[in-house]
């Protein structure tokens, strides 16, 4: 049971909506190249913070970090696709609006990662050299 099922009716147990919402991870490791990107980025940060020893509460900067970025591109995927469900490929100021918006989004929660990253990171590399 996934997304190739034709079930248009509402799910009747907690199994059958969990099972749809891992079709939807799936799916959209799948079918978004910047969703890819976020879960390999996301890889690195898990071996670097445990390459480099980070204490607790930075594990907790980091993984929030994480799920933001993974949160808003899930966001911005659905956007995208109820956007093309919308106006069916056709040009809409509003469908512009809701992509662009929906992609700064992700642009936002990427800075947000990449100042945690940094503040992290960035003394423990250094302390290295
Ligand atoms: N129906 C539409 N009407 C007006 N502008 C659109 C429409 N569809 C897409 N666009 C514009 O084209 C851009 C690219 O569209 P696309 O569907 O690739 O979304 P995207 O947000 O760029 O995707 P990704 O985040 O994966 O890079 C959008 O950001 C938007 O500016």
Same mark, same amino acid.
């Given at each position: 049971?996934?997304?190739?099922?034709?079930?248009?009716? /509402?799910?009747? !147990?907690?199994?059958?909506?969990?099972?749809?919402? @891992?079709?939807?991870?799936?799916?959209?490791?799948?079918?978004?190249? !910047?969703?890819?990107?976020?879960?390999?980025?996301?890889?690195?940060?898990?071996?670097?913070?445990?390459?480099?020893?980070?204490?607790?509460?930075?594990?907790?900067?980091?993984?929030?970090?994480? @799920?933001?970025?993974?949160?808003?591109?899930?966001? !911005?995927?659905?956007?995208?696709?109820? *956007?093309?469900?919308?106006?069916?490929?056709?040009?809409?100021?509003?469908?512009?609006?809701? /992509?662009?918006?929906?992609?700064?989004?992700?642009? *936002?929660?990427?800075? @947000?990662?990449?100042?945690?990253?940094?503040?992290? @990171?960035?003394?423990?590399?250094?302390?290295?050299?």
């Amino acid at each position: 049971m996934g997304l190739k099922d034709k079930q248009t009716t /509402k799910n009747h !147990n907690l199994g059958q909506s969990m099972r749809h919402a @891992f079709a939807g991870l799936i799916a959209v490791a799948h079918l978004e190249r !910047n969703m890819r990107w976020h879960l390999l980025a996301s890889i690195l940060v898990l071996v670097g913070g445990w390459w480099l020893q980070v204490d607790r509460s930075e594990w907790l900067w980091l993984i929030l970090a994480i @799920f933001l970025v993974i949160q808003s591109e899930l966001a !911005n995927t659905v956007v995208e696709n109820v *956007v093309d469900l919308l106006t069916d490929q056709h040009y809409a100021l509003a469908a512009k609006y809701a /992509k662009d918006m929906a992609a700064a989004a992700v642009l *936002v929660a990427a800075i @947000f990662a990449i100042v945690v990253g940094l503040i992290i @990171f960035l003394p423990k590399l250094l302390w290295l050299i």
